[in-house]
């Protein structure tokens, strides 16, 4: 399978903490690809420099063989990659459709046209509105897209930050702990989403998620990372039998 999105070798440090400890990772196109490891492992700070988010001392950052080392998270988003965050960032006072639209304004062609309101930009806010509302529907918000975001249930608020995620059209998205914080039956309900995304959609997933349930299953191949540095990577099969996984999680409250 031909490498969608890799990392080699890549340092982070801050102060002395090395949060990423010449960690290599490859994303193979279509598959949806685990990140684990135990609090503080550095699967964010890897997740900040996938994304452009962090700048990191060494190593190199290839999208499809291209190297990206010296990309800005705006042209991240222009090549095809879209992200959620750990903690909800999302514009709280505002609408559901609201929210949606801002993962999409990259799609917006001519700037100048939105400014004078021409036809082929009321067009484009239209279908980029249509699209948002499609999105919504996959996601299970068609009936809250007038809400105001603060005022929705958490599981349906993670839900929202992975509508405007997918408002962009990415090619790959990578998901920090889309489930945290939800209930049984919303994990249910983002773990059916995240495998829609990836096969109906076709787009390539990595996800970084502590509930191993919905890791094992979902994910064709897992990278566990242990104090900033890469400890195995294999099957979830595999990964669930790995000594060294196990006693990493075991040294550690889970
Ligand atoms: N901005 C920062 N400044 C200083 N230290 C940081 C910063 N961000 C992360 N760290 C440290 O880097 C290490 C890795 O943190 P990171 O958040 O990447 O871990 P994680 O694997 O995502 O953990 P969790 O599972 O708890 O989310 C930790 O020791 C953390 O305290
Ligand atoms: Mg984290």
């Known amino acids: 399978m031909a490498s969608h999105f890799r990392c080699e070798n890549v340092m982070v440090r801050f102060g002395g ?23 503080g492992a550095g699967k964010t700070t890897l997740f900040n420099v996938l994304s ?29 990659l879209a992200r959620t965050f750990q903690n909800i960032n999302l514009f709280v006072e ?15 062609g001519n700037p100048l046209a939105s400014l004078f309101w021409l036809p082929g930009a009321r067009r484009t806010e239209q279908e980029l509105t249509e699209r948002a509302i499609e999105t919504a529907a996959l ?32 090619k790959i998205i990578l998901l920090d702990e889309p489930v945290a914080g939800c209930n ?27 509930d191993m349930s ?9 990278y566990v990372l242990n104090f900033g540095a890469n400890l195995a990577r294999g099957t979830p099969a ?3 039998s790995n000594p060294d996984v196990i006693n990493a999680y075991l040294g550690k409250e889970e």
Do not use: W
């Open 139 to 170: 996601l299970h918000l068609e009936r809250d897209l007038d809400t105001v975001v603060k005022h929705l249930p958490y599981g349906h608020q993670k839900r929202v930050e992975l509508a405007r995620a997918l408002a962009s059209r990415p």
């Open 94 to 108: 505002q609408s559901v459709l609201s929210n949606i639209l801002i993962g999409s304004h990259c799609l917006i």
């Open 184 to 210: 049984d039956e919303e994990s249910a309900e983002l773990e059916k989403i995240v495998r829609r995304i990836n096969r109906e959609l076709g787009i390539t997933v990595v996800l970084v998620e502590h």
């Open 238 to 240: 595999e990964i669930q």
């Open 52 to 80: 452009r988010f962090q700048d990191f001392s060494e190593g190199k950052l290839f999208y499809r063989e291209q190297r990206i080392d010296r990309f800005r998270p705006h042209q991240m988003v222009r090549l095809g």
């Open 214 to 222: 919905m890791v094992m299953s979902v994910c064709d191949y897992i």
């Open 17 to 39: 903490v090395v949060a990423c400890n010449d960690v290599s990772l490859d994303v193979e196109e279509g598959k949806i690809v685990g990140v684990i490891g135990p609090n």
